[in-house]
């Protein structure tokens, strides 16, 4: 969709991790650790950033797990690349979009994603990614943060298109339920909304999804 591409940018990257300071060390841990929790097996991260997902593989993932990760902007690559040197997570790492995984058919017993929709071009190709390299029986995990109703939801309409230009592409205002509700592959089995930030950010989608068929 034109105006729809993705919007990567150094300083965004650079300025991530002081802006999302209080988030991580206030609003994020109990959400962070629920898409964390018992992780095993072979698991893919999409999107990850700068890395913030890191510590909490350490606490939460089971011991001989193979994690991988994907992350297209170069910039946050570097920065992920940095933390993963520090870290006890051995995760493998490359330069890849959430529509397009370089991974085979059938190959990973977890995907994870937190905070990708709102900036991906359009959700429903990723998804069908995440379903596609899922085993049957798989899980999807997500968090992110969405439309909320009534007021903040058309404020959140208003401010997007700027929101979007200063923000990497980020929408306020994306829908995430309707998507996974329609999937063909992936069958919703948890889900949550909290309120976890302050405007323009409030209500988020958490949750998990399984691969069936
Ligand atoms: C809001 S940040 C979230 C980063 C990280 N997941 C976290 O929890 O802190 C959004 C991330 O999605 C990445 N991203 C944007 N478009 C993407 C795409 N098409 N596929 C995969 N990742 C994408 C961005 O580069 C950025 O790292």
Redesign the pocket.
């Known amino acids: 969709m034109a105006g729809d591409e993705?919007g990567?940018h150094p300083v965004v990257a650079a300025l991530y991790d002081p802006v999302?300071w209080y988030f991580e060390r206030v609003q994020a841990p109990e959400h962070r650790a629920y898409l964390a929790a018992g992780l095993d097996g072979r698991v893919l991260e999409?999107?990850?950033?700068?890395g913030?997902?890191l510590p909490y593989y350490e606490g939460g993932i089971e011991s001989g797990a193979d994690i991988h990760g994907?992350?297209?902007?170069p910039t946050?690559w570097q920065r992920a690349r940095e933390k993963i040197a520090d870290s006890t997570v051995d995760m493998q790492l490359v330069s890849a979009?959430?529509?397009s995984l370089p991974y085979e058919d059938d190959s990973f017993d977890y995907v994870v994603?937190?905070?990708?929709f709102?900036?991906?071009?359009s959700i429903p190709p990723?998804l069908s990614e995440v379903a596609r390299v899922l085993r049957d029986g798989g899980e999807f995990r997500f968090l992110d943060h969405v439309r909320s109703d009534g007021l903040v939801g058309r404020s959140q309409d208003a401010l997007t298109p700027l929101w979007r230009r200063i923000g990497?592409n980020?929408h306020l205002n994306r829908r995430v339920r309707p998507l996974l509700e329609t999937s063909d592959r992936l069958t919703l089995e948890e889900f949550d909304r909290p309120t976890i930030g302050y405007w323009p950010i409030r209500k988020f989608a958490r949750g998990t999804a399984t691969l069936s068929g």
């Open positions: 993705i990567f999302q999409i999107g990850v950033g700068t913030a997902m994907v992350e297209p902007d946050m979009r959430g529509e994603e937190c905070g990708v709102c900036s991906v071009p990723m990497g980020c």
